[in-house]
């Protein structure tokens, strides 16, 4: 078994391209709720245009349930928000946890906080 260094246990057994290849459901998941997925390794990210919570808590909550049908598992510990947009529209937005699963997720300022939090 040929070990990749950025990836979880199921992707370093499966190669990065399998796992997108066997994930790749999600992707169908994630546009049935209105939102867009970028996939790159065993990391997906979410982008939502307008947020709705309780959408995005039920879309994470689907792509959870098809995850374990297939004996993966959503790492909400590892799951970040990050808000996008002009400096105007960013303060303007009050939400700071999002329930996620049986947990909270908090949002982050930036990139190099989720990677600092993801270590």
Not at 20 to 31: F, P, R, S
Not at 42 to 49: E, P, R
Not at 61 to 88: D, M
Not at 94 to 107: A, E, H
Request: charged residues 20%; proline residues 3%.
């Amino acid at each position: 078994m040929r070990r990749y260094p950025s990836c979880s246990d199921c992707c370093t057994a499966l190669g990065p391209l399998l796992f997108n290849l066997y994930t790749a459901d999600i992707g169908t998941i994630v546009e049935s709720h209105g939102h867009r997925l970028h996939q790159y390794a065993d990391d997906c990210q979410v982008y939502v245009s307008k947020l709705t919570v309780d959408r995005f808590s039920r879309c994470v909550a689907e792509v959870s349930t098809w995850l374990s049908s297939g004996r993966l598992r959503l790492n909400p510990a590892k799951t970040v928000v990050i808000w996008l947009g002009g400096r105007q529209q960013v303060a303007n937005i009050t939400v700071g946890n999002i329930p996620v699963l049986s947990s909270t997720v908090t949002t982050v300022a930036s990139a190099r906080d989720h990677r600092r939090r993801c270590r």
